[in-house]
């Protein structure tokens, strides 16, 4: 299903990163089966780090950083840089620079809804949904 409006640039959050193993769900095909296979993927630079610093939360949790950065490798998203303190306010700043955020955290999605982004979050059936 397409939705109406365009999404050119899609920044990913590390809660649906990590989804890419922990519940199977292959985040790249279905934003590139929703947005026609036309968006560009990134993350900014202080998810990676966020990301980096989660592989020392047990095996569980550095297994599925790993395969979440295999999957990055692999779709060759672009790192962007923001001048932002955290991950969550990098994505701020990203939307504010148009990318659509690709998110599971409510009050992130809250912020991020007054730039009039795409926002796409992972749902209970492991389908990625967008809210505009």
Do not use: H
């Amino acid at each position: 299903m397409q939705p109406d409006k365009k999404c050119s640039a899609i920044a990913f959050d590390s809660n649906v990163l990590l989804a890419i193993e922990r519940k199977k769900a292959d985040v790249f095909s279905m934003a590139r089966g929703i947005f026609g296979g036309k968006a560009e993927f990134a993350i900014t630079k202080q998810v990676r780090e966020e990301m980096e610093s989660l592989k020392l939360k047990g095996k569980a949790m550095e297994r599925a950083v790993k395969v979440a950065f295999i999957a990055l490798e692999k779709e060759q998203v672009k790192v962007l840089k923001t001048g932002a303190k955290t991950a969550d306010l990098s994505l701020v700043e990203a939307a504010s620079r148009g990318y659509c955020i690709a998110t599971n955290d409510i009050a992130l999605r809250k912020r991020i809804k007054e730039f009039g982004v795409a926002i796409i979050y992972l749902s209970r059936d492991r389908f990625l949904k967008v809210a505009w």
